[in-house]
């Protein structure tokens, strides 16, 4: 059964920093384009960053790249994403998913989604 699990989550201060993780079963990660995903209390979710398998390029969603990286560790069969200085506004459920596209899909294009991980920024 393939299976994408998402964890590292949890509720920290302005400035902090959490590492995510998404951690393949029955797959092997590097061989797919991995995004992760972010949806807000009573908003749409929204990809905000992917890890390509064709050649390693990231991608993020407009100024995240300031804070935020993506990362692949083979070896644990598991794609990270870095967060730094974390906002009141990143707050929101996390998720990673297999794109598809090659880091050009869209929310509509995931076929499965995981429980995703709850990040909570708060002062």
């Known amino acids: 059964q393939v299976q994408l699990v998402e964890s590292g989550g949890g509720l920290v201060q302005p400035g902090d920093s959490l590492r995510l993780s998404c951690t393949g079963s029955?797959?092997?990660?590097?061989?797919?384009?991995i995004a992760w995903f972010r949806q807000p209390p009573g908003k749409e979710r929204q990809g905000i960053s992917c890890?390509?398998?064709?050649?390693?390029?990231?991608y993020y969603l407009g100024s995240l790249k300031e804070r935020f990286t993506i990362s692949r560790d083979n070896a644990k069969n598991t794609v990270h994403f870095q967060m730094n200085n974390l906002q009141l506004d990143d707050t929101a459920v996390y998720f990673c998913a297999i794109d598809p596209l090659e880091c050009e899909g869209t929310r509509s294009d995931i076929d499965s989604w995981g429980q995703g991980t709850q990040v909570t920024v708060s002062s």
């Open positions: 029955g797959i092997t990660l590097e061989r797919y384009s």
């Open positions: 890890i390509s398998s064709r050649d390693g390029s990231t």
